[in-house]
DNA sequence: TTGTAGGCGTTATCAG
DNA sequence: CTGATAACGCCTACAA
């Protein structure tokens, strides 16, 4: 109905005066020009993207998949990529995954047909993703967002997780803390979780400590504080655990508390990506934020960089350790009475 | 490059029949079919999404706004809403507002402009919105979500604002405070505050209490504890408050115990929402339960009805009452010691 | 400054 | 069962 066609015959021009009433102002005579946008109003045009985008050949469109947003960290990252995207003239399609390879494959596969310009992608493992090898084929620009480079076929914004968790450890080791744990979720084989227990696990050892295996949670955001008593308890159990994210961590200290411990008094804890939220708990949240905001940004600029055909390296995002009041010293070991001097 | 011409081209057929072996398979002399799927393959063909919008006039995506994503009873929604609007075989373009009207006017043009079939919108005051007003203008499906149905032009699902923070007063009632007050973000104006205050104050004067005007705080996600200082002190300072949102009530929770007051011991604090972590906090948040992944799943099966030309007619959703231990007995009032009977 | 015309990729209709 | 053709709405050489 409300096509230029429409607007053209209304406005007593051809077509092409029409289109360019609206992509080029400047080349139409003033009065064309008025006329031509009066005829628009009147019929209420409004420009079809859909037919720009066929006849452009691109979408202006990005393609997002997330492995969910129940967790904050994906979510602001989310906020930050559309707004940098608007900024650009871009929309975005969102999807989550639950890192479930055969929603990957499908949502990839949907988003390729719609002819996005660029997909950015956050998945469980990308040395050993299904999805990624069958893009590696395709010519669409692909992102990593949170996965490590990988085969470094791929572009990859994210931190240093490896880093960040040593860094971490580091942090407890500093407070004193000599039997450090790590909770995972139930994504042990994540390339993510790797790294970082590998981090972990590096200053562990190169404290001179021992570094124990990443114990598994049933779910990213909720502990089983029953498969932790063992590990906790007796005169030689953790004094410090660390989390692959700042929800499990949450979760923890919201057990401990419950079951009659003292956080950081009992049992420091340690979180891992800095959402907002964990500033305002009490006890505030310690843990190493990843800039979510300037994830966002970076993602999607270097998307876009991609998507122009240019050869971005972003470097890996710099890292911050937020301290707070979740982590302390460790408890004073018990002391058998000595007599005393006096 | 890999369209259906070429395809039908390598297969020797034409355009027609290399279509109908997508859409129509049955129809296709099995042999032919085949022929078609191998030249198909062979060239890496992809059917073209924006080639069959325009074709079909329709885009199978639904344009979704929220004020943000930070604050997560928008994210789980958006979540639900994108598995439902999958499974039915839509796409989502997904965009945040922070609640400006330029923004939300910027946005909803754009999907219009897009074509989406329908619009899931989220605004801060349906009575007074620019962009409503317009869009009753357009003939593109639109669903408030959140929004209570103002002028009834437009469905919308969401919880029955009114009688849930009338309940969770009655609760606080019940449990035996007398000094309510009720804190909420810098959005005063917004059809939700006004109607969740106005059910505190119903609530209150029903029990013959005095009800207080809402307290403003500077940002959604965090309280301002100065500002509440005036209104907590005292002997007859506060003993509950209701927050409107989770967020706040999470940060109140926090707030006050740094500052050496306990939760619910002083002060019971009441959240509004039910986002999953409030359940795993200590104390856990006493709120009311917005049911969000329902809420999703609704919106996207109503806005669906709607784009088929239905009358749907969704009822409120049901809200929950959840207890946890942030909201508790009021403490003892302080009593003047007085001469022991013995 | 404005008009003409072809094509982006698909599908529905109508013949054959 | 298969082929030819027009149309979805827009843009942009190329002409005039």
């Given amino acids: ?81 559309e707004e940098a995207a608007r900024a650009a003239g871009y929309s975005l399609i969102v999807t989550t995954s639950s890192y479930e390879p055969s929603r990957e494959e499908a949502i990839v596969e949907e988003m390729l047909r719609q002819r996005v310009d660029g997909l950015a992608l956050t998945v469980a493992d990308a040395d050993h993703s299904a999805v990624l090898a069958k893009l590696r084929r395709e010519n669409t620009p692909c992102l990593l967002v949170h996965n490590p480079p990988a085969t470094s076929y791929f572009s990859s914004v994210g931190v240093d997780n490896h880093t960040a968790m040593a860094d971490a450890t580091r942090h407890l080791i500093a407070l004193g803390h000599r039997r450090i744990g790590m909770i995972g979720g139930p994504l042990l084989q994540s390339d993510r979780a790797r790294l970082r227990h590998e981090g972990y696990r590096e200053a562990m050892v190169a404290a001179g400590l021992t570094s124990l295996p990443l114990i598994e949670m049933p779910r990213h955001t909720q502990v089983a504080l029953s498969q932790l008593e063992p590990v906790l308890g007796g005169a030689d159990g953790l004094t410090a655990v660390l989390c692959t994210n700042d929800l499990l961590a949450i979760s923890l200290i919201g057990e401990l508390r419950r079951s009659g411990r003292s956080v950081p008094g009992d049992l420091s804890v340690m979180g891992f990506d800095g959402i907002e939220l964990g500033r305002h708990l009490y006890p505030s949240l310690s843990t190493v934020v990843q800039p979510r905001a300037e994830f966002g940004r970076v993602a999607v600029e270097t998307l876009l960089a991609l998507i122009r055909g240019e050869d971005p390296q972003p470097r890996p995002l710099p890292h911050v350790l937020r301290e707070g009041e979740s982590a302390g010293s460790p408890p004073a070991p018990y002391q058998a009475p000595e007599p005393s001097v006096s």
């Fill in 1 to 81: 109905m409300a096509n230029l066609i429409n607007v053209a015959k209304l406005a007593g021009v051809s077509r092409a005066t029409a289109a360019r009433a609206f992509s080029s102002p400047e080349s139409l005579r003033p009065e064309t020009h008025r006329r031509v946008v009066e005829a628009a109003r009147a019929l209420g045009f409004r420009p079809n993207k859909v037919a720009q985008q066929l006849r452009a050949q691109a979408t202006l469109m990005l393609g997002v998949m997330v492995p969910s947003l129940d967790n904050p960290v994906f979510a602001e990252q989310l906020q930050a990529m």
